[in-house]
Each structure stands twice: as C-alpha cells, then as structure tokens.
C-alpha cells in the first residue's frame, strides 16, 4: 500500500571503442578468429559492462541517458604478457581481472590468442589499472618493489604489520585479505618480500594498500585492529595515521573505550559498529580500546553523535532534540505495539537496522506520549534508508493495529524531483499477490 521511490543520479555505461593509438600496433579485432577470457560478445553486440561502483545505483532504463561522454582523455593500452601472467591476472573466475578493472576504474579485456591484455579509460585510469596489473604478476615470480613513481599518483598507503602478524591478517589462503578488498574495493599486497623466505628478523612487513583514499582508511584500519589484536600494543602504543587532509575537511579522531564500553560498542559480530558506521556514514574502527573515525567533518560529528546515544541507553530512555536535524525520522507507535517493534531482547529492530543501515531507538517515553497513546520511535541514518526503514515498522505496526496509518489514506503520487513517496491502493485479493510467499514478489519489486 505504500512504496517509497527515488530518482537515481546520473549512471555511468561502458565507454565504446575509440579509434585511438594503441601502445603496441593495433591487431584484428575479428571476434570470429580470436578468442578472449572476457565475458562473450553475441550477435555483434558487446556485452561488456563498465566497472561496478560498491554500492550500485538501481535505475531503469528511461532514467538512463542516451551515452555517457567519454573523458577527453579516453584512450586504449595493449600489454603483451605470458601464458603464465595471463592467468595469474585472470584469477579464479575471472576475480583479480574484475578487482583490478574496479579499483582503477578502467575496462580490461584479456585476449588468450595472442596474450594480450588490453586497458580502456582516461589516462589515469589506464595508468593506474597497468600498475596494479604488473604488481599482480610480479607476484607470481618473487616480491613485488614499488619504484617512486609507483606512489605518485596518491593511491597508495603503506602499512606496517609486524611480522608475527602478517599470516594472522592474510588469512588462510589469502582470505582474510582478500575479503577486506572485496569489501573496502582496493589492492593489497605485501611489498619486498618473498613470500616463502620471510625475514623473520625483521619487526614488520610493509603492506601496500592501492584504491580511493576512503576505501584506503577502511581497509588500513582493518588491518591495523587485526594486528593489534595479535600484538597488542603495536599501533595503540604510538598512534600514528597521516589524515590526508586534501581538502581541509577529511580527518580522523580517536576515542579510547573502556574494555566493557569496547564490548558494547562493539555489538555481536561487530553488528554495532556496522550500524554505526552505515548510519553516519563516517569509517569507524576499533584498534585494540580505541575507536577510529575517519571521514568529513559532517560524516564524524554524526558518529560521535550516534556512539553517545547508543551509551546514554544504558542509563534508559534517551531524550533526543530532533528538530534542525537533517538524518532523522521519527514514527508514532502505538504503546501496545512497541514491544512488537522491538522485538525479544531488541531483535526485530536490531534486523531492522542491519537491513537499512540506520541507528533506531525510542525517545524518553515519559516524555513524548502522546494522548491516544503513542510513544516516538527515531530513526538515524541517510535518506534512504530511513524510509526504508520507517515504512517497514509501519507495516508492523499495521499488521498489529489495522488502520492505525492506513485510515482515510488515499492514492497519491509524488510531483516533485529527487526523492519521493507514491501511494497505491491495493484490493485484498490483489494484496497477497503483490506481496508473495514470505514477501518474495514484494522484495524482487523493490531491488529491480
């Protein structure tokens, strides 16, 4: 009966082919003749997809422009490599080729016949895209050594592991790293090291960390609390970390939590931290007893924020000042249906906030009743997701209390631009058709 709608930004596609100088002569581009470990191409048509962002905007094709404008820029790179580099770069299904085109932001396409890997963007993200794919390879044969001009394209952070650390934060296998790229959308490698034949005479080992400077701060801090919590002491004991403040607002700040306050803000899982972090939208980590956040001014002060009220609930109710503020929502709930909200020991709202990324909580009861009963819920976070999350807990509700936001509601639709909210009306038996076993059409609806 209610669905929320957005209008998304704009939407990057992939670049065409550009007649442009190759590095190395150009070669046939017979699709007939040549075969390529890049996603197939049907009906002379191509496929490819330009480098998925971590959090992809969701659009449908009439909001899409006709072509996205290539960079003055654009232009291709060929690399003449080994059937052995060939795949290495190509990785497991084809993963370090896409980590690679994704980190750098440019399109890569690997053709097998004639080894070949070919690099499509401006040139920077060329350039960047045949650094991290040499440093790949290089790690096939030996240790891989930044030269200076490796680091010159302000990419790169260098990260100290003690050395009775570094097979703790790469994990069996790699995994641990690997996961923390996925995540954070960088590179990582240790540099000057053979992997085999470690120096174990050496107090740490440097791990290089290539990306955004964003995904940078997060991957860097999660090695540092991975570390720290196989050597304690190592980063506490001598806080070190260079805040890039590029445009005078980027920084990070400390705070140090008592062990019982590290638990708490910590969460289950780090589910708290999670929230935390997705609601403010600011890194947060924890390096042993000390917490981290990293990102603009707006982006810390909301943490702080976030982390003080999440505290001041353990006294009880909190009284929140919501007015002026520009990441809150509030929502009337009925006092007969805040337990059901809540959930046994928090654990409705708490799937609440892990599904949209907010922060909700009750305000002072005594406080902000209200004459038909009612008590205010709050909920923290970007636009979004609070609407996400405000229409699910007045779906609850109005499974508990029948027509308590439904009465007199009538169809409507949003006339204005940017984000907006449509009604549509359903009958009953159109209702369960439109919502699916276990809510299954209604999910599908929603995320296409």
């Known amino acids: 009966w209610l669905k929320g709608g957005f209008k998304p930004g704009p939407v990057l596609y992939p670049f065409t082919r550009a007649d442009t100088k190759h590095i190395m002569p150009s070669r046939s581009r017979s699709r007939d003749s040549r075969r390529s470990r890049s996603p197939s191409k049907k009906d002379g048509k191509d496929s490819r997809k330009g480098s998925p962002s971590r959090s992809p905007a969701k659009y449908s094709e009439s909001d899409a422009p006709e072509k996205a404008k290539k960079p003055d820029d654009y232009g291709v790179d060929s690399m003449k490599i080994t059937d052995d580099d060939a795949a290495f770069i190509l990785g497991k299904g084809g993963k370090t080729k896409s980590k690679i085109s994704r980190v750098a932001g440019a399109e890569m396409e690997l053709h097998e016949r004639d080894l070949v890997l070919e690099i499509r963007g401006s040139a920077r993200q060329r350039r960047l895209a045949t650094k991290y794919a040499k440093c790949v390879m290089a790690q096939r044969v030996g240790p891989v050594h930044l030269k200076d001009e490796d680091k010159s ?30 995540e954070w959308n960088v590179i990582m490698f ?30 860097e801090l999660k090695m540092m609390s991975a570390a720290e919590t196989k050597v304690p002491g190592f980063f506490t004991d001598k806080i070190t970390i260079a805040t890039e403040d590029d445009d ?13 306050e590290l638990s708490y803000a910590l969460g289950k899982q780090g589910a708290t931290r999670r929230k935390l972090q997705e609601a403010s939208g600011c890194i947060i980590q924890y390096v042993g007893s000390t917490c981290f956040y990293c990102g603009t001014q707006e982006e810390r002060q909301r943490a702080k924020d976030y982390m003080g009220w999440l505290f001041a609930q353990l006294e009880g109710p909190v009284s929140v000042a919501t007015d002026g503020r520009d990441d809150c929502t509030t929502v009337e709930v009925p006092s007969d249906c805040v337990g059901y909200i809540t959930g046994s020991r928090r654990a ?19 406080m902000n009743r209200r004459s038909g009963g009612s008590e205010k819920l709050t909920i923290w976070g970007p636009m979004r997701a609070r609407r996400g999350a405000e229409l ?19 169809e409507e639709a949003f006339d204005g631009k940017g984000f907006g909210t449509d009604r549509m009306l359903l009958k009953d038996e159109d209702l369960s058709y439109a919502l699916g ?10 995320v296409a």
């Not at 790169?156 to 650390?165: G, K, N, Y």
């Not at 005078?248 to 019982?260: I, L, N, P, R």
């Not at 409705?348 to 005594?366: I, K, N, P, R, Y």
């Open 153 to 182: 394209d302000q990419d790169c952070t260098l990260l100290d592991i003690p050395q009775e650390a570094v097979g703790f934060v790469t994990g069996r296998m790699g995994n641990f790293l690997r996961s923390t790229e996925d």
């Open 190 to 219: 240790f540099i000057g090291v053979d992997g085999n034949n470690r120096n174990r005479e050496k107090e740490s080992e440097k791990l290089a960390i290539f990306g955004d400077r964003r995904g940078r701060r997060g991957a």
């Open 248 to 260: 005078g607002d980027w920084a990070t700040e400390t705070q140090v939590f008592k062990s019982d």
């Open 348 to 366: 409705a709202m708490s799937q609440m906030e892990a599904e949209w990324g907010v922060l909700m909580f009750f305000t002072d009861a005594d």
């Open 392 to 410: 699910k807990v007045m779906s609850s509700v109005e499974t508990k209390a029948p027509g308590f936001f439904t009465k007199g509601l009538k």
């Open 437 to 446: 076993k276990g809510g299954a059409t209604r999910t599908k609806l929603a």
